[in-house]
């Protein structure tokens, strides 16, 4: 018999199908044993799927209900142990709501609403409607399961219509029955409209809607929607005029740096997101073709021609050593001006102001501090864990680790 050495050689490289048929009671061994990397020990917890050595599931709860033990490993075995009833007390003490431990809270209450626990519900609706897709998938998962074992109406008598996430349940599982959804698209709360529109499918009835819809808002959500199932822009554009080109006004924000943003981010921004955002990203002119090397090369021509001595561009994911983003940085001495990949503009980094001059006679653009404070409103996108409308500085010059 081959060892874990041999199966799992380093990590991520673990002989799943090996494993799958590797004897139960070593698996459970080598798990239960906190001394064995953890990077090993998962996925042997994960081989135990439907075949736990009764003699051994003592244990292994054990490892669960360590806080030293490793979270990888611990979730891992949630997966396979965790619908012994025994293990359902500890799930719901409160502690289990505080472990710092990466993860474990959602895994902890996924867990107990896979094992059948109703009393997770509400706490399972939150967690459904949490930004990350991975822990709302987790919460839709172990709501869906609590629904296959006690059946829609049990679970919705937990929930109310006050919270946005129990109204996106209940969305959810009118979808789920063949009910229309268009009503949601009118939803307050900008989160379980954004859902309506994702699952509104009936491109005759997002038509007959637009001549219902309370608000404008409603609206653009249905027009949106129904450009997601034609893919008629033609029609897209022609009903967004009807509506008078509704778009969010932001003061300072003049055309050329929102064409700029509009294009770049409104595409791919968050469910939060303004939907008027998005409507006319689709039905504005797109801006003129990006000239970055153009624009990098006049950058520099002109600094050199300052006396500024610059160095050659650098994208900003080579300057930081990681990432991606929308700029290049120029360094010049003690100094450096970032060049946008969004249009001609330029800003100062680290004292690099001695360039404006330089840079605006050669024809680029140079965000002043009162502009690239502008908070573009509305429009969410996703920034080192946050999801927020971001000031102009930030869109332009973009940089993500």
């Not at 937990?158 to 949601?184: C, H, I, K, S």
Request: proline share 6%; charged share 30%.
């Amino acid at each position: 018999m081959p060892d874990m050495e041999t199966l799992i050689p380093s990590a991520g490289q673990a002989d799943t199908d090996a494993l799958r048929a590797y004897d139960a009671q070593e698996l459970a061994r080598y798990v239960a044993e906190p001394s064995h990397p953890w990077w090993r020990r998962r996925p042997c917890a994960l081989a135990l799927a439907g075949r736990v050595p009764e003699a051994w599931a003592g244990l292994l709860l054990d490892r669960v209900r360590d806080t030293g033990d490793v979270g990888e490993v611990r979730r891992a075995l949630l997966e396979v142990v965790g619908d012994h009833p025994e293990l359902l007390p500890w799930l719901r003490h409160d502690d289990r709501r505080n472990e710092k431990s990466y993860g474990m809270p959602e895994a902890f209450l996924s867990t107990r609403g896979l094992a059948g626990d109703l009393t997770a519900v509400a706490e399972l609706a939150t967690l459904a409607a949490d930004p990350w897709q991975h822990s709302q998938e987790a919460g839709e998962t172990a709501l869906d399961a609590l629904v296959e074992r006690h059946g829609v109406e049990a679970v919705l008598a937990r929930l109310g219509e006050d919270r946005p996430e129990d109204r996106l349940f209940r969305l959810r599982m009118r979808f789920r029955a063949g009910q229309d959804v268009t009503y949601a698209l009118a939803d307050p709360d900008r989160m379980v409209a954004h859902r309506a529109h994702t699952l509104a499918h009936d491109a005759d009835r997002l038509r007959s809607y637009l001549a219902e819809a309370p608000t404008t808002e409603a609206k653009l959500w249905a027009v949106l929607a129904l450009h997601e199932l034609t893919d008629d822009l033609g029609e897209t554009r022609t009903l967004y005029e009807a509506l008078g080109r509704p778009r969010v006004e932001v003061p300072g924000l003049d055309e050329e740096l929102r064409t700029a943003i509009l294009h770049e981010y409104a595409p791919w921004s968050r469910r939060l997101t303004d939907p008027r955002w998005r409507v006319e990203a689709l039905c504005a002119e797109p801006p003129a073709p990006h000239d970055v090397d153009g624009w990098l090369r006049r950058a520099t021509e002109a600094l050199t021609s300052a006396g500024l001595a610059p160095n050659p561009p650098v994208h900003c994911g080579a300057h930081h050593q990681q990432g991606d983003g929308t700029y290049h940085v120029i360094e010049f001495g003690d100094s450096e001006v970032w060049i946008s990949t969004l249009g001609r503009f330029a800003i100062a980094r680290e004292a690099g102001t001695d360039a404006r001059p330089a840079l605006e006679a050669a024809g680029l653009r140079w965000i002043d501090e009162e502009t690239e404070a502008i908070e573009v409103t509305d429009l969410y996108v996703y920034y080192f864990g946050r999801r927020a409308p971001l000031s102009v500085d930030t869109l332009l010059f973009y940089w993500q680790d």
